[in-house]
């Protein structure tokens, strides 16, 4: 079992994936297997279509960041309804985000009982929280010096996290942990290394040990049972979960990440300034031959081209050449409508434990943990 924040469940976290492919089905249906669910924060109005009748083609930024509020309190209520109390339903924030901090607030007093933050270093996550004593605080890393890094910084607020989900970017899907393409499959990320490294970090730092959450590459027993003997306390896996019955992406999706095979998934540098993992669809082939030339003519733009600006930093809107040229919120939207021609769709390296087939959360978190499904 792990335990956090003093909560005790099954060794198996859901990753949250965005835009909506993890939303209030999927993170309910995985706490009710005793897991930890995940929902992820980004965008979720597309889930409600009330509020995209009344944001969908709007220019008002500020009403678009309401409307997500209001979905990830629904969304949040919702799981947290159907888990039954069972398991844990988490939220995952991205630090790159610009509506980070209101996440959190949100995710918070809507009732979360966990926040994993990835995609930058969440140095001021203890601060946000700092009302909600009992919601449990997850940073996502990939090295040791990040451990340490936010280690320090949380010791001196007088927060240590309450788990640490380490995930190697060689395997995971969506942004990766790495600041370079060249960097992804870099030694230094390996479980083995970093797992021995957060345990001397604890010791040295006279903490007591939390517990680690390997993520990346997680499609077998026999992985989870490797993660275990290296020390790992849980387990996370993000595309495995995707194209479950209750993922809550549209069957066109599941269909493209079950059937994608090895060469159809590329490494790429995202719109958000880090390395990316995702299906080459017609629209990521495209791209990927004109992305020199794109930025090339980089160009800093007077607005969001969604006039939402989802990220603080976007390479597009800032005309910075050395991040992806393109809008990610509306091709993560078309990858959740099951838009294969224009779909940006986030997958990890491996391939999936049932192969083309669509299987019930229950089935695939029995097999991960070698138990019986109920």
């Not at 079992?1 to 939303?23: D, E, K, N």
């Not at 192969?355 to 499904?373: D, I, K, S, W, Y």
């Amino acid at each position: 079992m792990l335990t956090i924040r003093g909560r005790r469940v099954r060794p198996l976290v859901q990753g949250g994936m965005g835009v909506g492919i993890s939303a209030h089905r999927l993170a309910a249906a995985v706490a009710r297997e005793d897991c930890v669910g995940t929902i992820s924060s980004v965008d979720l109005r597309r889930h409600h279509p009330d509020l995209m009748r009344a944001t969908g083609l709007s220019r008002d930024k500020q009403a678009i960041e309401r409307a997500n509020l209001t979905a990830l309190d629904r969304e949040i209520r919702a799981a947290r309804e159907i888990a039954g109390g069972r398991g844990m339903i988490a939220v995952n924030v991205m630090r790159a985000v610009s509506q980070y901090a209101d996440y959190v607030r949100q995710s918070c007093a809507s009732g979360a009982d966990a926040i994993v933050v990835g995609a930058g270093l969440p140095f001021d996550l203890p601060e946000l929280a700092a009302d909600y004593p009992e919601v449990a605080l997850i940073p996502i890393l990939s090295e040791a010096r990040a451990i340490g890094l936010v280690l320090r910084k949380w010791q001196r607020k007088g927060r240590l996290p309450d788990a640490i989900v380490i995930e190697h970017p060689r395997y995971a899907g969506g942004h990766l942990g790495a600041a370079k393409l060249e960097e992804v499959a870099d030694a230094r990320f390996d479980f083995s290394a970093v797992l021995p490294a957060a345990q001397r970090l604890f010791e040295e730092m006279k903490i007591a040990p939390i517990p680690i959450i390997v993520a990346g590459g997680i499609n077998t027993p026999q992985k989870v049972r490797q993660a275990f003997a290296l020390g790992a306390a849980g387990v996370q896996v993000g595309t495995p979960f995707a194209v479950t019955e209750e993922g809550d992406a549209h069957p066109g999706f599941k269909r493209v990440l079950a059937e994608a095979k090895a060469e159809d998934i590329v490494t790429f540098m995202s719109v958000a300034g880090l390395p990316a993992r995702a299906v080459r669809t017609p629209w990521l082939a495209r791209y990927l031959e004109k992305e020199a030339e794109l930025q090339r003519r980089a160009r800093k733009r007077a607005e969001c081209t969604l006039a939402f600006d989802c990220l603080e930093q976007c390479g597009l809107r800032d005309g910075n050449a050395r991040m992806g040229q393109f809008c990610i919120d509306h091709h993560l939207a078309a990858a959740l409508r099951g838009d294969v021609e224009h779909g940006l769709f986030f997958r990890g390296s491996e391939s999936v434990p049932f192969g083309t087939q669509v299987r019930p959360v229950r089935e695939l978190t029995a097999h991960l943990l070698g138990t019986p499904a109920g």
